[in-house]
Every structure is written in structure tokens, then in C-alpha cells.
């Protein structure tokens, strides 16, 4: 069965839904605007939590519920309700009908139709009992605890979702998608006298769970958490100035998520409040880094078939060879500035309003050898994971604080340090990039995106660059 199919068996049998009916309240309540849709989604989700020996945690949840919208120019209309059912999706109809615009001129055209399958639309939830998940993360523990005498605790957790989505617009078009989610992460905290550090990592992605229930897998893990923690043990202040900085390959490439990815999607330039306003055609970025949001990598986290409007995902090519190409769009502000939409309308659930959202967002490597990045920093730091930070969009300016990083000495990594923030501007810094490794690495699928109050899961990843001249913010006295 097509995923449309099972989805109208979510959506229909058993319900006081008619494909029929919602259609007609579809065409009448937007028949005068310049685009909407009626989203339907329904919503499994489980997750468990192991801590300090036991489990802590165990919850299953069900959601389910419909948002309509209707566009007008820059007006949008927006109902939901968590109540399927003909009279309040009528109910919310009429709210959005007055909604509409003067004369109707500029009606968007149907997203086309796509045959792309990217990940399965078997639930996950159902390929393993509750006894085999609380026994995985059992063993997660034991395993850990058996790993190292200087291991205090040890937190493991487990969570999928499985999310089923239609979208109905005006003339009877309809789009589906079904959307698993599991996700597996662990962290330690060692200890040595009276010093106490952490270290954790994760994985996850639009699969089943066997993937990262395998033994060699969450062994995997644990080892890379109880590895952090202890490097974490051994840190020493971090130095503060500006230096060269040398970025790993993989989650560091959140730190272009945040403080370019965001500045690059199409509202934000809509509005001329992104940095990055105007500049198409320019050079944002230093030669040979050419920046991707691509939602059609399979199984990838930040992957989706269809964005939350029915539009299949693409692989958008956003600054090449250091060129701005151009912005992440939704229907709205694609429509609003005059260029194709691009995939990137998501919403966080039917409860929200869809805007332009990043998928997998990435740099594509380069030609240097990684060991020859390192060797050419004098002094420096080696920043080899992020633990989060804040970026302003109009200006541009971030500051991201690092999990896991080194000091650099004549061309070798030195000992870690901790307690280094890296500090600059978006822009700026993507013109301070001077080299760029052909070690290309996505995240290990951990990734969730926050705006407007709205998370969605999405992916990053970047080859090993070096920065010349950044700001670090340091410890060290």
C-alpha cells in the first residue's frame, strides 16, 4: 500500500472524516486566497530513561490533530485543533475564510507530485517489547559501570516517534508522508579525587531501532561518552585571544547551522533582517566553501520525502565557492520574493504554523589532508565538539561554547583544555576559513532546530576546516 494510502486508512476509516468533505471545506474555505492547505497529523511516541541503576522513566504518547491555513499576501490565517473531525475542521475553516486576497492573482500552483522514498514508514516502536528495550539499556549500564572504576553514573535513554502527515489542498490535491524517529544517547560522569566530569554522545535517524541496538553499535557509544569524560578529566584552562582554530568534521558543523544557516533562510531576508539580506550573487565565504541544505539524504535525521506544505525536499545549493546562490524557502516567502520554494516549509506539529526550516545542513570538503590542516597552526585551538550558543540573526554575531577541545603547538594537538568559546561573526568568520580537509562527516543524528518557539529535528556536518585569526574566549588566569 502507498504511504497515501495508509495514511487515509489513519486518517479516515473508523472517523468521521470523508476525503470528499474535507475537500469541499478545503476549496471553499481558501478558494480566495493565495495559498493554504489543511494539515492532518497523527502522532505515536515512546521514551525511557535509565539513571543511576534503574529505570527512571518510561512514557508512550498518542497526538493527533489538524491545522488549516490561509494566505493572503504577507496575512496568514492559522486554526488547529487536536479534534479530528468534520465539525471542527468546518469549525476552523470559517475562522480562515476571511482570510483572502483582493483578487486572487497570485494562487500558488500544487507542489508536483514525487515518488521519492527515503526512509520506511514502519513504526519503530513496534520491532521490540518493553522487557527487550529496559534490558538494552540495562546492559547499556552494566556495561559502562564494567568499563572504568572512575565511572560514577551512568544515564542511558531511548525515544522514537512515528508521525503520519497529510496535506490537502484546494482541487483536491493530497500529499503524504510518514516519518519514523529513534533516537539512542548515553553519558557518563567520572571521577578522580575530587574532580567531576562528563561525557556523552548519541545517535539517531529515520530507521527502525535494530541499527543502534546492535551490540558492537551501543557498545560504540559508551565507549565515545566514557572517551569524552575522561579527556574532560584531564583539561586544563583554556587560553583566551584571537588564534587560528582548527574545526572537526561532523557536529562542530553546528556552529554553521546557527550562525550562517539561519541568516539564510527566506523569511528572515523577506524582511531584510537577516545579515545576509541582499547579497545573492556575492561573495559571503571564503573561496572553495560551498554550503548545502539537502532533506534527501535517506534516513538522515533532518530528512523528509515532503515539507509540512507538500512540497518534496531538494538539495539547495546555498553559497558556492564562497558565492551566496540563494535562500531557504517556504511557499509564502518564495512567492513574496519572487523565486521557487525549495522544500523547507516545516512546522514543529499541527499545532504550528509552517516557515522556512533547515533539513541537513552541510559544507562539502575540500581538498587538504586533515594532519596537514593541523600541522600549519603555530598555536591554536583544536575544537572538536560543541555544546551549544547563541547567535544574534541581524547582526550575525555567535558565540558557541566547546565540549571537547585541544590545544595545537608547532603543528600537533597538545593537551585539552576546557572552558574555550569561540566568538565572531557569521560572515566574518566564513571568509576567515583557509583551509578546508576532504574529511566530510554529518552529525551522528542528534540534531533538533529551535525558532519561533518551534522544534524540528534536522542534521549538520562539515569537513575539518581551519579559521585564521578567531576570537577565544578563555579560563586561563
Known amino acids: ?30 478558494g480566495k486566497s493565495d495559498d493554504g492547505e489543511l494539515f492532518l497529523e497523527y502522532c505515536q511516541s515512546e521514551a525511557f530513561a ?22 493572503a499576501g504577507e496575512t496568514r490565517g492559522y486554526a488547529h485543533s487536536s479534534e479530528l ?13 476571511n482570510v483572502s486576497a483582493d483578487f486572487n492573482e497570485n494562487i500558488e500552483d500544487h507542489p508536483r507530485a514525487t515518488n521519492q522514498s527515503l526512509y520506511t514508514d514502519e513504526n519503530p516502536m513496534l ?70 566530569e562528563s561525557g556523552g554522545t ?14 558492537d553499535n551501543w557498545k560504540q557509544q559508551v565507549d565515545e561518552a566514557l572517551r569524552i569524560a575522561l579527556v574532560n578529566l584531564e583539561a586544563t584552562a583554556a587560553p583566551a585571544g584571537e588564534m587560528d582554530v582548527v574545526l572537526g568534521p561532523g557536529w562542530p558543523g553546528v556552529m554553521l547551522h546557527e550562525a550562517v544557516g539561519h541568516g539564510l533562510e527566506g523569511d528572515f531576508n523577506r524582511k531584510e533582517t537577516s545579515t545576509f539580506t541582499g547579497l545573492v550573487g556575492e561573495r559571503v565565504a571564503s573561496k572553495g566553501v560551498t554550503v548545502i541544505d539537502d532533506g534527501t539524504i535517506p534516513d538522515r535525521r533532518g530528512s523528509i520525502t515532503v515539507d509540512d506544505e507538500g512540497t518534496p525536499s531538494k538539495r539547495n545549493v546555498l553559497i558556492e565557492d564562497g558565492i551566496l546562490v540563494g535562500y531557504m524557502q517556504d511557499r509564502q516567502n518564495a512567492r513574496l520574493m519572487g523565486v521557487p520554494t525549495t522544500g523547507n516549509g ?7 504554523h509552517p516557515m522556512p ?20 597552526v603555530k598555536n591554536g585551538v583544536y575544537a572538536v565538539n560543541f555544546s551549544g550558543g547563541q547567535v544574534d540573526i541581524v547582526s550575525g554575531k555567535f558565540v558557541f561554547s566547546a565540549s571537547e577541545a585541544y590545544l595545537i603547538e608547532d603543528g600537533k594537538i597538545k593537551n585539552p583544555v576546557k572552558g574555550a568559546t569561540l566568538i565572531g561573526n557569521g560572515p566574518d568568520a566564513m571568509n576567515k576559513i583557509s583551509m578546508i580537509g576532504n574529511d566530510m562527516k554529518l552529525d551522528e543524528g542528534v540534531g533538533t532546530c529551535g525558532k519561533d518557539g518551534q522544534g524540528v529535528p534536522v542534521g549538520v556536518g562539515q569537513p575539518t576546516l581551519k579559521m585564521n585569526g578567531v576570537t ?6
Not at 472517523?15 to 471553499?28: A, E, F, G, Q
Not at 543511576?52 to 491555513?69: P, V
Not at 471542527?88 to 470559517?94: N, P, S
Request: proline share 2%; glycine share 8%; aromatic share 8%.
Open 1 to 30: 500500500m502507498s504511504v497515501l494510502g495508509k495514511t487515509d486508512v489513519i486518517f479516515f476509516k473508523d472517523r468521521d472524516l470523508s476525503k470528499d468533505k474535507l475537500s469541499r471545506i478545503v476549496d471553499d474555505a481558501l
Open 50 to 71: 535509565f539513571d543511576d541503576g534503574r529505570l527512571k522513566t518510561a512514557s508512550y504518547d498518542t497526538s493527533q490533530g489538524f491545522g488549516i491555513r490561509s494566505i
Open 85 to 97: 473531525s468534520e465539525a471542527a475542521i468546518k469549525r476552523a475553516a470559517d475562522t480562515v475564510r
Open 127 to 196: 520491532g521490540m517489547s518493553f522487557s527487550e528495550k529496559v534490558k538494552l539499556l540495562k546492559d547499556i549500564d552494566a556495561y559502562a559501570r564494567d568499563s572504568d572504576t572512575r565511572i560514577k553514573q551512568v544515564s542511558a535513554s531511548l525515544s522514537a516517534s512515528w508521525q503520519a502527515v497529510q496535506i490537502i489542498r484546494p482541487g483536491g490535491f493530497r500529499v503524504a508522508d510518514i516519518r519514523p524517529l529513534v533516537r539512542l544517547n548515553v553519558s557518563v560522569v567520572v571521577g578522580d579525587g575530587s574532580k567531576m
Open 202 to 215: 548519541g545517535v539517531g535517524g529515520r530507521l527502525a531501532y535494530d541499527r543502534y541496538i546492535a551490540t
Open 346 to 352: 516545516r512546522r514543529q506539529s499541527y499545532a504550528h
Open 357 to 376: 526550516r533547515m533539513t541537513n545542513t552541510y559544507m562539502l570538503g575540500g581538498d587538504c589532508e586533515p594532519e596537514e590542516i593541523i600541522k600549519s
Open 472 to 477: 577565544v574566549g578563555g579560563t586561563a588566569v
